[in-house]
């Protein structure tokens, strides 16, 4: 069964401090991930984009890795700002048949 | 250049009832798919829509339907309303069809349905 997890479910940090969120997928066989940042009751905006061919992305204060054998990919924050506080969601998509699945998200807070 | 756009944002029905949400896509962009979240279940996707014609289905009873139009301007209907469908709404749209290869999805603001 094709699925994606993220883990934590929710997390809280610092303000300045470093973060990073965890994606797993079985999605088989695999075109893309994208990490998607999604603030409270707003559309999820897109962070970054990864083909199979690809291991790291960034975006700013945004990097994410793809390790397409371990099929694992993650989302590094660095130096947290109250404005990360939001949910981080990471979609998978199938090549042919264009299929795509979400994981559930992580919850991110930043405190102050 | 404008975003995708999503009517109305909140709006309140009673069990029983329909409603008919609009999404209009970025300009250009003939794909538009549409998804139910809840904050227990994360972002469902309910259908895809290319060219007027639905390419993908999610696994959701018949009530929920959609459709497209020749401007790639979406609506979706929900009939029969019932409380679990109390939901945010989102839809995206993509250049590309089916949201696959390098596509990307921008999302609109929602539509954010209370079902009393």
């Known amino acids: 069964k094709n699925q994606v997890e993220q883990s934590p479910q929710s997390l809280i940090i610092l303000e300045g401090k470093n973060c990073t969120l965890q994606?797993?997928?079985?999605?088989?066989?695999?075109?893309?991930l994208r990490w998607y940042k999604q603030d409270t009751g707003r559309g999820p905006v897109s962070l970054t984009i990864?083909?199979?061919?690809?291991n790291t992305k960034s975006n700013g204060r945004y990097t994410a890795t793809l390790d397409a054998d371990t099929k694992q990919s993650s989302l590094h924050i660095t130096a947290s700002q109250l404005s990360d506080s939001a949910s981080y969601i990471c979609?998978?998509?199938?090549?042919?048949?264009?299929?795509?699945?979400f994981g559930a998200g992580t919850r991110l807070f930043v405190k102050a | 250049k404008a975003g995708v756009t999503q009517t109305p944002r909140y709006l309140i029905k009673t069990r029983g009832q329909q409603v008919t949400l609009s999404c209009s896509p970025i300009?250009?962009?003939?794909?538009v798919s549409w998804y139910q979240q809840t904050p227990g279940q994360g972002l469902q996707f309910l259908f895809e829509?290319?060219?007027?014609?639905?390419?993908n289905k999610g696994n959701f009873p018949g009530r929920f339907s959609g459709r497209q139009f020749s401007n790639s301007r979406s609506e979706m209907n929900v009939s029969t309303l019932e409380l679990g469908d109390s939901a945010l709404y989102l839809c995206?749209?993509?250049?590309?069809?089916?949201?696959?290869?390098?596509?990307?999805?921008?999302f609109g603001e929602g539509s954010r349905l209370t079902v009393l």
């Open positions: 995206a749209s993509s250049v590309m069809q089916g949201t696959g290869g390098s596509g990307e999805l921008f």
């Open positions: 994606c797993n997928y079985t999605v088989s066989p695999f075109s893309n």
């Open positions: 990864m083909t199979f061919s690809e």
């Open positions: 979609v998978v998509t199938f090549t042919g048949g264009f299929k795509t699945i």
């Open positions: 300009s250009g962009h003939r794909s």
């Open positions: 829509y290319f060219s007027e014609t639905q390419r």
